[in-house]
């Protein structure tokens, strides 16, 4: 029963440590096109001059 247990609780840590990474990636990678967005902006604005 111990052992049944014990990999309940590893697949819990497991799935939750996944979700925190694939957050964190999602975030990096919504900041980075944010980035972009705003560079490309900044570049369009200053061609115009």
Known sequence: MKDILK???AIIIVVI???IITGIIG????VA???LVVY???KLLEGRK
């Open 40 to 42: 490309g902006g900044v």
């Open 27 to 30: 975030l990096l990678i919504g």
């Open 7 to 9: 990999a309940v609780v």
């Open 17 to 19: 440590a996944f979700k």
């Open 33 to 35: 096109i944010a980035g």
